[in-house]
């Protein structure tokens, strides 16, 4: 449920052997790291509806009261049935591996679960899974005033618009021209409601960029400004001819957090405590095994 990639370094070496196709971004050459998402996607057996959600409320509240790990599950409204995610925002690389280690420590303390067993138990009720690593591409998101607020935005909403863009391979740079014409248009404007751009950079095709718009009602769709009205007709006519050439695919979803499988971080919660807030009963640590009573010696009479 929780599979982590452990990063070190940047993938220049990578996207020189491949040519330059899809080129990853490179922390180590920014003048700071921006941020980063490390998503868990799952497919849960039709069948095991109810036995996933059982386990995943076992796993949130583990984390809850052993100050474990830090994540978001979303389910898909429309769009793919029976998938979750699952997200947890990383300020930098290096805090993915300590974050595995706190997961990993509340569920041996308050489930008994080894990584091995919990890989097993969730085997058990999903037909596959996956996780991957995406960096914040900041200067391609608009109207975000800064992380913080952007964080508070986000655990204010109930809901998130999502749009996929599959980048052919070799348009690299023209896609991020057409993200850019985007955010030059929507930046400052009252209609464009704020959007984070993220780039994949393990565990998918680094051409992948993902578009979230935070909402915190449904009818806040209404609201959304589309390329069309942002552009204009005639930028919209240029846009759509770029996007022809350059996007492979969009794929558009809607997705809807789910608080009781979720331990969210403390932006979220503060932001919005009613609806992060899950009532849970205590967990009671599990007993280790007692040493089985030796049968009494027999005289043999």
Not at 55 to 66: F, L
Not at 106 to 116: L, P, Q, R, T
Not at 211 to 233: F, N
Request: proline share 7%; hydrophobic share 40%.
């Amino acid at each position: 449920m929780r599979n982590h990639a452990l990063l070190k370094g940047c993938a220049a070496a990578i996207a020189l052997f491949l040519g330059g196709i899809a080129p990853l971004p490179c922390a180590a050459q920014m003048p700071s790291e921006p941020g980063y998402l490390e998503s868990t996607w799952i497919k849960v057996r039709q069948d095991k509806v109810a036995e996933f959600n059982q386990i995943a409320v076992r796993v949130a509240d583990a984390n809850r009261h052993g100050k474990g790990d830090n994540w978001t599950a979303a389910v898909d409204m429309y769009g793919k049935d029976n998938y979750v995610w699952m997200t947890s925002t990383r300020a930098s690389l290096s805090e993915i591996e300590p974050g595995m280690n706190k997961f990993g420590g509340a569920m041996k303390e308050f489930m008994g679960f080894s990584w091995d067993r919990f890989m097993a138990e969730t085997s058990k009720v999903t037909d596959s899974s996956g996780s991957e690593l995406r960096v914040r591409r900041n200067e391609l998101s608009w109207n975000i005033k800064d992380m913080p607020s952007w964080l508070a935005q986000v655990g204010k909403a109930k809901y998130l618009a999502t749009a996929i863009v599959q980048v052919k391979p070799g348009h690299m740079a023209d896609a991020e021209k057409q993200l850019m014409m985007i955010h030059d248009a929507a930046q400052g404007k009252p209609e464009a409601m704020a959007a984070g751009v993220s780039q994949v950079m393990f565990g998918g095709n680094p051409g992948t960029f993902w578009i979230v718009i935070p909402l915190s009602e449904l009818t806040d769709l209404t609201k959304m400004g589309s390329p069309r009205s942002l552009l204009g007709e005639e930028g919209y006519r240029r846009y759509s001819e770029m996007a022809a050439q350059n996007y492979a695919s969009v794929d558009y979803s809607l997705k809807r957090f789910v608080p009781e499988w979720s331990n969210p971080p403390a932006a979220f919660v503060e932001a919005n405590p009613k609806f992060w807030n899950v009532k849970a009963p205590a967990m009671a640590k599990p007993k280790p095994p007692t040493a089985t009573a030796k049968p009494a010696a027999t005289s043999g009479q």
